[in-house]
């Protein structure tokens, strides 16, 4: 890690008379430091405020070089250019350590008079009491957190951070380099909490540990061979301030770490869980804990964003499925009635043109074929023409946004088996107008179905919204209080709204099967997690309804894995439906731009205080 240049001045020599202009010298340092550093009593309420949720950020970000790296470009500019290089601790001490902190959180933030803070205070002020509040109340039901897990687990995705960390400065080479060192001992504090798990008759399901211990083994059988060193090799190359002899010892350096201490940890992790594989007690849902319904409320909570009872927003996913089957068969109907009656008039018509003796029935019957065929989001379209097209498009119901960059990239072969067909990868804070997509070309999407997925990872999606709420500076606490049903609730929002946007046929039944879709995952997320529906009801349910029985195995598998992740994508996005008609209903003047703006505006919040946020500025 690079280190901080000081010097030191000397007055003269020791006992040197002082002068006057030594004393103003002096004077004006005091003065300077009182300007910049006034003591607490001098500062308004409001600065106070800004003080407490700057420090509180500086202290949690820094906690984690690799969230410090993905979030912030220069950490000097934020007095965090001395922060230890750390991958963090994930033991139960450590987690014990964190619930420490959020009570003396909650106690700082709950001495400020509310009423003495602007709006944009109050809002982060409700932003964070509710997530400390949300997290104290389940700090007892610590063990039932998995930080392991074949897809969204530590082990899967650390990986894929840092394939993808950037070499921005020397000082990030040297910080890597020391992560990786690092990796054994974390993998450690993980292996300490699995066996807390284990204790507490926690542990992961037997099946899930097996596939978690067979990618360890897989990650960690490529030796010398490992895409991790080909892909730090490839970006080392790109570095252009290195001499050639700089390359190749960085390189030698990286290879000797990865294979001396990255994968041994795997093994190790591996080898840790093969001990403790057979003593979960649990294959099925959360439902089969003692307490595991309390923390499926917790998850809901914390991560859809909605604090309504699990039963309501059950009965709400029942109804927009209803609602989206209803609207597929009308569709369906439509188009067959249409087609029969186009087929008898065609056949009339071929056989009067007959009877007339000319030949025109078959130019006619090739006519009305191309008019069917119109003109779609072509496979041949590649994904910047497409972005540009959504961007072009989204207008008329979306605020503009402050002039922004952004690069296609293809996800590295060696990679294109974990990652979904599309990601955005966030930009940091402080450069937050250069953004990267990337496109997985292993997933083969095309068509309309890559142009959604555009939309929900660029314009309006990901992409669009973080920029433009980064574009706001907002208060540096807000960035790291992530609600993960505004965020993806609002990726998928976009998502189906660019199906309209579509000049295919086929488009609006996709939407409705993609809602429907999600809806259905969500629906068995809170019937394995909080009614106990076992994988042979699952399976019995799903293949009734036309799925295979290895879909239906694949899905409760996924479930089961990560509860309530489906949630934050479709009942994030029922709630931003039911926000829409909501104030479309109470406000005059009500447009979708106003609305779209005043969410974003808003920025990550859970849904009533969103409500709230867009109710007082459509209203305004």
């Given at each position: 890690?690079?280190?901080?240049?000081?010097?030191?001045?000397?007055?003269?020599?020791?006992?040197?008379?002082?002068?006057?202009?030594?004393?103003?010298?002096?004077?004006?340092?005091?003065?300077?430091?009182?300007?910049?550093?006034?003591?607490?009593f001098?500062?308004?309420?409001?600065?106070?405020?800004?003080?407490?949720?700057?420090?509180?950020?500086?202290?949690?970000?820094?906690?984690?070089?690799?969230?410090?790296?993905?979030?912030?470009?220069?950490?000097?500019?934020?007095g965090?250019?001395?922060?230890e290089?750390?991958?963090?601790?994930?033991?139960?001490?450590?987690?014990?350590?964190?619930?420490?902190?959020?009570?003396?959180?909650?106690?700082?933030?709950?001495?400020?008079?509310?009423?003495?803070?602007?709006?944009?205070?109050?809002?982060?002020?409700?932003?964070?009491?509710?997530?400390?509040?949300?997290?104290?109340?389940?700090?007892?039901?610590?063990?039932?957190?998995?930080?392991?897990?074949?897809?969204?687990?530590?082990?899967?995705?650390?990986?894929?951070?840092?394939?993808?960390?950037?070499?921005?400065?020397?000082?990030?080479?040297e910080?890597?380099?020391?992560?990786?060192?690092q990796?054994?001992?974390?993998?450690?504090?993980l292996?300490?909490?699995?066996?807390?798990?284990?204790?507490?008759?926690l542990?992961?399901?037997?099946?899930?540990?097996?596939?978690?211990?067979?990618?360890c083994?897989?990650?960690?059988?490529?030796?010398?061979?490992?895409?991790?060193?080909?892909?730090?090799?490839?970006?080392?190359?790109?570095?252009?301030?290195?001499?050639?002899?700089?390359?190749?010892?960085?390189?030698?350096?990286?290879?000797?770490?990865?294979?001396?201490?990255?994968?041994?940890?795997?093994?190790?992790?591996?080898?840790?869980?093969?001990?403790?594989?057979?003593?979960?007690?649990?294959?099925?849902?959360?439902?089969?804990?003692?307490?595991?319904?309390?923390?499926?409320?917790?998850?809901?909570?914390?991560?859809?964003?909605?604090?309504?009872?699990?039963?309501?927003?059950?009965?709400?996913?029942?109804?927009?499925?209803?609602?989206?089957?209803?609207?597929?068969?009308?569709?369906?109907?439509?188009?067959?009635?249409?087609?029969?009656?186009?087929?008898?008039a065609?056949?009339?018509?071929?056989?009067?043109?007959?009877?007339?003796?000319?030949?025109?029935?078959?130019?006619?019957?090739?006519?009305?074929?191309?008019?069917?065929?119109?003109?779609?989001?072509s496979?041949?379209?590649?994904p910047?023409?497409?972005?540009?097209?959504?961007?072009?498009?989204?207008?008329?119901?979306?605020?503009?946004?402050?002039?922004?960059?952004?690069?296609?990239?293809?996800?590295?072969?060696?990679?294109?088996?974990?990652?979904?067909?599309?990601?955005?990868?966030?930009?940091?804070?402080?450069?937050?107008?250069?953004?990267?997509?990337?496109?997985?070309p292993?997933?083969?999407y095309?068509?309309?179905?890559?142009?959604?997925?555009?939309?929900?990872?660029?314009?309006?999606?990901?992409?669009?919204?973080?920029?433009?709420?980064?574009?706001?500076?907002?208060?540096?606490?807000?960035?790291?209080?992530?609600?993960?049903?505004?965020?993806?609730?609002?990726?998928?929002?976009?998502?189906?709204?660019?199906?309209?946007?579509?000049?295919?046929?086929?488009?609006?039944?996709?939407?409705?099967?993609?809602?429907?879709?999600?809806?259905?995952?969500?629906l068995?997320?809170?019937?394995?997690?909080?009614?106990?529906?076992?994988?042979?009801?699952?399976?019995?349910?799903?293949?009734?309804l036309?799925?295979?029985?290895?879909?239906?195995?694949?899905?409760?598998?996924?479930?089961?894995?990560?509860?309530?992740?489906?949630?934050?994508?479709?009942?994030?996005?029922?709630?931003?439906?039911?926000?829409?008609?909501?104030?479309?209903?109470?406000?005059?003047?009500?447009?979708?731009?106003?609305?779209?703006?005043?969410?974003?505006?808003?920025?990550?919040?859970?849904?009533?205080?969103?409500?709230?946020?867009?109710?007082?500025?459509?209203?305004?």
């Amino acid at each position: 890690m690079p280190q901080t240049n000081r010097q030191t001045r000397r007055f003269g020599t020791l006992f040197r008379p002082l002068y006057p202009a030594f004393f103003a010298a002096i004077l004006t340092l005091v003065i300077c430091h009182f300007v910049t550093h006034p003591p607490s009593f001098l500062l308004t309420e409001e600065q106070r405020f800004v003080a407490f949720t700057e420090d509180v950020f500086r202290e949690e970000i820094s906690g984690s070089t690799l969230n410090l790296h993905y979030l912030i470009t220069d950490p000097s500019a934020y007095g965090l250019q001395d922060a230890e290089v750390s991958l963090g601790n994930a033991s139960t001490e450590a987690y014990e350590a964190t619930r420490a902190a959020l009570e003396n959180y909650r106690s700082s933030l709950l001495e400020f008079d509310y009423d003495k803070l602007s709006g944009e205070r109050q809002l982060t002020y409700d932003v964070f009491l509710a997530y400390l509040e949300t997290e104290l109340e389940a700090a007892d039901l610590l063990l039932y957190n998995e930080p392991l897990g074949p897809t969204l687990g530590v082990q899967a995705q650390l990986p894929i951070l840092l394939a993808e960390y950037a070499f921005r400065t020397r000082g990030d080479i040297e910080d890597y380099l020391t992560l990786l060192a690092q990796i054994p001992d974390y993998f450690d504090s993980l292996l300490s909490f699995e066996q807390d798990k284990s204790a507490a008759g926690l542990f992961m399901s037997s099946e899930c540990a097996l596939e978690v211990i067979e990618q360890c083994l897989d990650f960690a059988a490529e030796g010398e061979e490992h895409y991790l060193i080909g892909i730090f090799d490839e970006k080392i190359d790109a570095v252009t301030n290195l001499t050639t002899d700089e390359k190749i010892a960085y390189k030698a350096r990286n290879a000797s770490i990865l294979t001396g201490y990255v994968l041994p940890a795997y093994q190790a992790l591996a080898a840790g869980l093969a001990v403790l594989e057979s003593t979960g007690n649990n294959e099925m849902g959360l439902y089969y804990y003692t307490d595991g319904q309390e923390y499926y409320e917790y998850l809901v909570k914390k991560t859809v964003g909605d604090s309504r009872e699990i039963a309501e927003i059950e009965e709400a996913i029942k109804t927009q499925m209803v609602a989206d089957y209803a609207a597929m068969q009308e569709i369906l109907t439509n188009t067959q009635t249409s087609s029969d009656d186009n087929a008898a008039a065609s056949q009339t018509d071929a056989s009067q043109s007959e009877s007339a003796g000319n030949s025109s029935g078959s130019a006619s019957s090739t006519d009305q074929s191309a008019e069917n065929m119109k003109v779609s989001v072509s496979a041949a379209d590649d994904p910047a023409s497409m972005l540009e097209d959504l961007r072009a498009k989204i207008t008329t119901d979306f605020p503009l946004l402050t002039a922004v960059s952004y690069e296609i990239k293809y996800v590295h072969e060696s990679l294109q088996d974990y990652l979904s067909p599309a990601f955005y990868l966030s930009p940091t804070i402080d450069d937050f107008t250069s953004n990267v997509i990337y496109i997985n070309p292993a997933n083969g999407y095309s068509g309309v179905e890559l142009y959604t997925t555009l939309a929900h990872e660029g314009y309006p999606g990901h992409l669009y919204q973080t920029v433009y709420f980064l574009s706001q500076s907002p208060d540096l606490l807000r960035i790291l209080l992530d609600v993960g049903g505004y965020t993806e609730g609002w990726a998928t929002y976009v998502e189906m709204y660019a199906y309209s946007l579509c000049d295919d046929e086929s488009a609006s039944i996709s939407q409705l099967n993609r809602s429907f879709t999600l809806g259905l995952a969500s629906l068995l997320d809170i019937g394995i997690h909080y009614r106990g529906y076992t994988r042979e009801e699952v399976s019995a349910f799903l293949t009734a309804l036309g799925f295979s029985e290895n879909t239906a195995e694949s899905l409760y598998t996924t479930i089961l894995e990560s509860p309530a992740n489906y949630l934050k994508y479709y009942v994030g996005y029922l709630d931003f439906c039911s926000l829409r008609d909501t104030l479309a209903a109470a406000v005059n003047g009500f447009t979708l731009k106003k609305f779209h703006q005043a969410v974003l505006e808003t920025g990550p919040v859970p849904f009533d205080l969103l409500k709230e946020q867009c109710l007082k500025k459509l209203s305004g």
